[in-house]
Each structure stands twice: as structure tokens, then as C-alpha cells.
């Protein structure tokens, strides 16, 4: 256990429905990023805030996808209209910037793997 | 483009050394890190590289030539337990996004 949780485990859902997920970050952690795995693949970079500023977008990411970090703590990823495609495993990580590089270490989240029928 | 290049499977027996390479090509480039993946798990951090290099963890060790776009991570002592995916990562800066590689699969044998 990395300190880093999400909600739901797993979720299952019809095409054409909207799913939201949930990651909590190790408290102390001001970026916290999302990515999205498919099975034999490495992870895929989708977006990342540090505090409550979304940094980066992944240029992949289609407008149906939306994240948030409110108040630079937990983040929310919204899935609008899933698509067959979009099933995955959907992990969160976070890290806390800093000069060294343990800094660069990014501590991972069990996911949240997503079935669309 | 940014891609990271890395052998889809690596078998080694026990007690062996292991090195699973890796050759990057992206429009950036600040460091090299190297994630462990179990089955049904989640990634784990296992060593970073900014510099050019070995780094040295226990068992583990990291190489990176930046001249050469190219790292390697070492497995010494394989036990049964380090059967898992290794992924290598590339950052553009420190504390940024990751690009991974696709995964180099171990499988240790007794």
C-alpha cells in the first residue's frame, strides 16, 4: 500500500453512460497525475496537476475526458459518453516536487479498472 | 514523438543476473526511471537516473548514457518473487509526466 487510494475498484458501465473516479493523493503530495493502462501496455500519460492547477493535458485525450483537483488535494477523472474503447485500468499517482531526485519518484494507486458493455 | 524501446520478455533461473535494456527517443529528455508491475498491481518505483551512470539499490541497479539514449536496469540474485513486469519512463523535468515503455516481462525459473 503506497498511501495512495482511488474509488471505485472496478467499474463496469453501458456505453454511452458518464463514470466518474476518484483518487486521494499522500497528503503531503502537490502533483498528482492519471493515467490509463490497457492490458500488455505501459501505463499512458493522460494529465496532471500540481496543487490545483491541471498542467498538462495529454493531446490524445478526447474532449470527453475531464479532471479536477478542486482544492489540490483528492482529484476526480470524468469519463462523459464511455465508449468500448475507454475500457482500461485507470491509475492515479502522486509526488511532491522538490530538488533531489527521490523528488522524481511517483507513488502509484492500486486503479480503477473500467469495463464499458 | 517520444517512445521508449524495451524487450517484450526476458527468462532467467534463480539466483542469476538479469539486464533489461531500454532505448528512448523523446523530444525532451531530464531523466530515466524504472517501475516494477505484479500482476494485478501497481507500479512501484525501483531507480532513477538524471546523470550518466550506474545507480545502485540492493539488488537493483539502474545505468544510464544520455550520449547513447539508452539505460539498462540490473537484477542480481533473481528470486522467484521479482517475476513481474519492468517498465522504463522517461520525464521531460523533474517531477513531470511520465512516457513509459511497453514493458519487458520477467519470468524467473527455479
Redesign the interface.
Known amino acids: 500500500d503506497?498511501g495512495v487510494s482511488q474509488d471505485p475498484r472496478h467499474k463496469i458501465t453501458k456505453r454511452g453512460q458518464n463514470v466518474t473516479f476518484r483518487c486521494d493523493p499522500i497528503s503531503e503530495h502537490n502533483?498528482l497525475?492519471w493515467?490509463r493502462q490497457t492490458l500488455?501496455?505501459?501505463?499512458?500519460?493522460l494529465t496532471?496537476f500540481q496543487n490545483e492547477a491541471q498542467l498538462?493535458k495529454s493531446r490524445l485525450l478526447s474532449d470527453r475526458f475531464s479532471a479536477e483537483r478542486p482544492k489540490g488535494s483528492f482529484s476526480t477523472l470524468e469519463i462523459q459518453r464511455t465508449e468500448q474503447g475507454d475500457s482500461a485500468m485507470y491509475?492515479c499517482a502522486s509526488?511532491l516536487?522538490?530538488?533531489t531526485?527521490s523528488?522524481?519518484?511517483?507513488?502509484?494507486?492500486?486503479?480503477t479498472r473500467l469495463t464499458v458493455l | 514523438g517520444q517512445s521508449l524501446e524495451q524487450p517484450s520478455e526476458v527468462t532467467a533461473v534463480e539466483g542469476a543476473i538479469v539486464q533489461i535494456n531500454c532505448t528512448y527517443q523523446t523530444s525532451g529528455f531530464y531523466g530515466l526511471s524504472w517501475y516494477q508491475q505484479h500482476d494485478g498491481g501497481a507500479p512501484t518505483f525501483l531507480s532513477y537516473n538524471a546523470l550518466d551512470g550506474l545507480e545502485e539499490t540492493g539488488r537493483f541497479s539502474s545505468f544510464l548514457s544520455r550520449s547513447d539514449s539508452y539505460g539498462y536496469l540490473l537484477l542480481q540474485e533473481l528470486q522467484m518473487k521479482d517475476s513481474a513486469s519492468y517498465f522504463c519512463a522517461a520525464s521531460a523535468n523533474q517531477g513531470g509526466k511520465l512516457i513509459f515503455g511497453q514493458g519487458t516481462e520477467l519470468s524467473v525459473k527455479p
Open positions: 503506497t502533483r497525475y493515467y500488455g501496455q505501459g501505463p499512458e500519460f496532471y498538462e491509475l509526488s516536487t522538490g530538488l531526485s523528488y522524481n519518484e511517483q507513488f502509484f494507486g492500486p486503479g
